[in-house]
């Protein structure tokens, strides 16, 4: 995936027929290559979480290029779609059809999905009976197990009661050392250092720096002054 | 494309009736009762309370209410499809089409139900089954098509303009009154009667009663002249759904 020069830009309504805009990003450059774990580090309202809707082609770019060869791209969304009125199973499959795999793909997959969630024995009752840990376990490990060609991920590693936590961050992280594309966004430092490949900064809406995760996160730490200790989240 | 994501639009359905059914105690029974219950109100009315008791009446009316409320109750649900999944579109990529179809389907299978009751009822009131049942699948087939296409142009178009929903609202109700449901238009003073057979609600509405009742067939020429409206209607609504397929996630960011 290569992007140059990307803008996007949000209209705001003021009054009954006047707009204002204001681009949420400006000028993005950079290439994702095949197989790297890239992150991409940036304060809030730098146009992290548009950048990742741009990736993802939920929305187009008013100016600049995308091009990507992938065939699926998407956001590591927990829970897609949860219907709570309805069983953990269907919203298993429905919510793995939202993010484009088939019915009997899902069908396929809904026993490793099970595992993982360790959710066996409350699997075919409604998820409005789950607590708000089980649905958390449930929507992992349907994210994790639907596995585009292209991952994006916004902050969450992890999730889930302190057990699940551990062992989805696990999965997490295995996947990303592994030769997966993904893009991470992440405000922890050490996430960045210790799983990326390459490290892109983002700074109002334009790349700032494009490098080693050491050097960019060094060379953002360094245009903070007064910064507390990192954020760990 | 768009066809790999019809068995979605499907499932999404199928999940929305099952979360739907799961909210009340008698659930799917609903759907049935439903029907029974909204006919019986337009019963004690007109044919009750009103005294209009021309031959067959009651007959009359419930074809049309079950006709005309698997439109309304379609386009009305379109309307706001879109609004709907907003948060849902903004996590993963959907081609639009998908919301309204799904709500399509719904409602088409709640319009099963509620056509399934009314056979019933015209069998208990004694009709025969004519051999002009055949053209009822054609018909179905056309209101579907009529449903859909206005249901995706709708859907396409609300979220641009939020208050276009008064406006619906409002056309649905005078097309309610004017497409024939509980008087026939040849009631209607002759020089008006071609104006109101521009409605193609009313023209399917017409010609369900026909088969239905009168044991005659439809009449093919506006028949197919609705069908072919309904595609053109359905083309413009896939066309602004693509069109803006990418612009649908960030509209309500006003």
């Not at chain 1, 590591?76 to 309805?86: D, H, T």
């Not at chain 1, 892109?200 to 809406?205: K, Q, Y």
């Not at chain 2, 009751?117 to 049942?133: A, C, D, E």
Request: proline share 4%; aromatic share 12%.
């Amino acid at each position: 995936m290569t992007l140059s020069h990307v803008g996007v830009r949000f209209a705001q309504r003021k009054g009954l027929f006047g707009r204002e805009h204001c681009w949420a990003l400006r000028d993005v450059c950079f290439d994702l290559h095949q197989g790297e774990t890239l992150g991409v580090i940036g304060r809030n309202g730098a146009g992290k979480s548009t950048l990742l809707q741009v990736l993802a082609g939920i929305i187009g770019a008013d100016r600049g290029e995308l091009r990507s060869r992938a065939r699926s791209v998407s956001m590591l969304s927990l829970q897609l779609g949860f219907i709570p009125y309805l069983s953990g199973r269907d919203n298993a499959i429905l919510s793995g059809m939202l993010f484009g795999r088939s019915r009997r793909d899902m069908l396929g997959r809904i026993d490793q999905i099970i595992d993982f969630s360790g959710l066996r024995d409350s699997v075919d009752h409604p998820i409005k009976t789950y607590s708000a840990g089980m649905r958390a376990r449930l929507g992992f490990a349907v994210a994790f197990e639907v596995d585009p060609d292209v991952l994006l991920i916004d902050e969450v590693l992890g999730v889930g009661d302190t057990e699940f936590r551990a062992k989805s961050a696990a999965a997490m992280r295995e996947r990303c050392r592994s030769d997966k594309t993904i893009v991470l966004v992440s405000h922890s430092d050490t996430t960045i250092t210790e799983l990326c490949d390459r490290a892109v900064w983002i700074e109002a809406g334009e790349t700032r720096m494009e490098g080693s995760p050491k050097e960019v996160v060094d060379a953002y730490q360094s245009a903070r002054p007064g910064k507390l200790s990192p954020g760990v989240r | 494309m768009a066809v790999r994501y019809l068995p979605l639009a499907f499932y999404k359905a199928y999940a929305d009736l099952r979360a739907e059914a799961a909210r009340t105690y008698i659930s799917f029974l609903w759907w049935m009762l439903d029907p029974i219950l909204h006919m019986l109100v337009f019963y004690v009315v007109f044919a009750v309370l009103l005294q209009r008791r021309t031959e067959d009446y009651t007959v009359f009316l419930l074809v049309g209410l079950v006709t005309w409320k698997w439109f309304q109750g379609a386009i009305m649900h379109a309307s706001g499809a879109i609004g709907s999944a907003q948060g849902l579109m903004r996590q993963v990529y959907l081609p639009k089409m998908v919301f309204p179809l799904s709500i399509v389907i719904t409602d088409t299978a709640k319009f099963g139900f509620a056509f399934a009751m009314l056979l019933v009822f015209l069998w208990l009131y004694g009709l025969p089954l004519s051999i002009t049942y055949w053209a009822l699948p054609v018909l179905l087939v056309i209101e579907l098509l009529l449903v859909s296409a206005c249901a995706l142009l709708v859907g396409a178009i609300v979220p641009f303009l939020p208050d276009l929903r008064f406006v619906i609202d409002n056309f649905l109700t005078l097309m309610f009154f004017v497409s024939g449901v509980f008087f026939g238009i040849d009631q209607v003073p002759e020089h008006l009667r071609k104006f109101l057979y521009l409605n193609p609600m009313a023209v399917i509405i017409d010609n369900m009663r026909r088969v239905l009742m009168h044991g005659e067939w439809p009449q093919w020429s506006s028949v197919t002249a609705v069908g072919l409206m309904s595609l053109a209607i359905g083309a413009l609504g896939l066309y602004v759904l693509r069109r803006y397929d990418r612009i649908y996630p960030r509209l309500m960011l006003h």
